[in-house]
Nanobody
Framework: QYQFVESGGGLVQPGGSLSLSCVAS????????IIWIRQAPGKENEGVVC????????YYGDSMKGRFTISRDNAKSTVYLQMNSLNAEDTAVYFC????????WGQGTQVTVSS
């Protein structure tokens, strides 16, 4: 059974940082590229960043570059998203999944940036 468990979200002040984790199970994580996407209220899903099997990363928006860092630990079946210099526009529920084809989505983790 495929499963993603995202964690690490929370309430943070503008300029703050959060580190998200995505623990995957039910498949061999190192065989897949993994993507983080986010869903903000009233907005379409937005790709954040993807990490390929060989560690190459691809960002889906200029606003994430320099602030967000994705990494993976295949031995732990875990992908991380380090987010720095957060602002209100980063407020969203963050999800991880395989890329380009997706497996069933997890519950996501809520990130709220507010003073």
């Amino acid at each position: 059974q495929y499963q993603f468990v995202e964690s690490g979200g929370g309430l943070v002040q503008p300029g703050g940082s959060l580190s998200l984790s995505c623990v995957a199970s039910g498949f061999t994580v190192d065989s897949y590229s993994i993507i983080w996407i986010r869903q903000a209220p009233g907005k379409e899903n937005e790709g954040v960043v993807c990490i390929e099997r060989n560690g190459v990363t691809r960002y889906y928006g200029d606003s994430m570059k320099g602030r967000f860092t994705i990494s993976r630990d295949n031995a732990k079946s875990t992908v991380y998203l380090q987010m720095n210099s957060l602002n209100a526009e980063d407020t969203a529920v963050y999800f991880c999944n395989t890329y380009p084809s997706q497996k069933p989505w997890g519950q996501g983790t809520q990130v709220t940036v507010s003073s």
